[in-house]
Structures are given as C-alpha cells and as structure tokens.
Nanobody, 126 residues
Framework: QVQLVESGGGSVQAGESLKLSCATSGGGWSTNDYCMGWFRQAPGKEREGLAR???????TYRDSVKGRFTISQDNAKNTLFLQIDSLKPEDTAMYYC??????????????????WGQGTQVTVSP
C-alpha cells in the first residue's frame, strides 16, 4: 500500500516562506509513470488543487498561485515538495499531497488521485 506523509507546515507571518514535503513509501509505487499533486483546504471551503507534476517533470499550477508556489520532486528520495513564497493569511489551510500511478490525464480532479496524505497545517498571521 502506498503511503504519503506530508511535513513542513507551521505557523508563520505574512511574507515568509515555507517548503512542504511529501514522502512516498510502500509497495506498488512506480517512479516510471505517475502524477502527483498538492491540494489545500481552508476552513469552510472546498479542497482545491494547487500544483501537479508528472513523472516526466511536467508541471501545472492553479492560476491564483502561479509565481509564488513551486512544485518539485526528488525522485531518488521519493519526495515531493511545494515551495511557498510570500505567504499570505489567505494561504492558511491544511495542505495535502496526492498521487496516482499514471500520468495519463494528470490534472486537478480530486477523484483522479488514488492516494492521499493526512495533511500538514499552514497558518499565516498578518
């Protein structure tokens, strides 16, 4: 069973940066063909997709986070990252990573992803 474990969240002030990590482990996970993404859910709001990356390194971002969020991966360590710069109070949310063992039709549809982490909380104060 594939497991995703996020880390790196915390409480910061507006303007600061954070780098979230998502470690992948477990049997059945292939590094040859996959889609991984970052989502977030703020209190009282629906979960939204932020960025996604394929095994080939192709990335896509939600328009509202372009320029501040950077998704990357370390294949050797089976780890996904999300660099968030110039944090704003409205970035406060639980951040989740998700994965699917194919890159076909990789996007932001939650139903597309097979595996989810438990989330890491990001809180940004003014």
């Amino acid at each position: 069973q594939v497991q995703l474990v996020e880390s790196g969240g915390g409480s910061v002030q507006a303007g600061e940066s954070l780098k979230l990590s998502c470690a992948t482990s477990g049997g059945g996970w292939s590094t040859n063909d996959y889609c991984m993404g970052w989502f977030r859910q703020a209190p009282g709001k629906e979960r939204e997709g932020l960025a996604r990356i394929t095994s080939s390194g192709r990335t896509t971002y939600r328009d509202s986070v372009k320029g501040r969020f950077t998704i990357s991966q370390d294949n050797a360590k089976n780890t996904l990252f999300l660099q968030i710069d110039s944090l704003k109070p409205e970035d406060t949310a639980m951040y989740y990573c998700a994965a699917r063992s194919t890159s076909w039709n990789c996007g932001f549809d939650e139903l597309y992803f097979q595996y989810w982490g438990q989330g890491t909380q990001v809180t940004v104060s003014p």
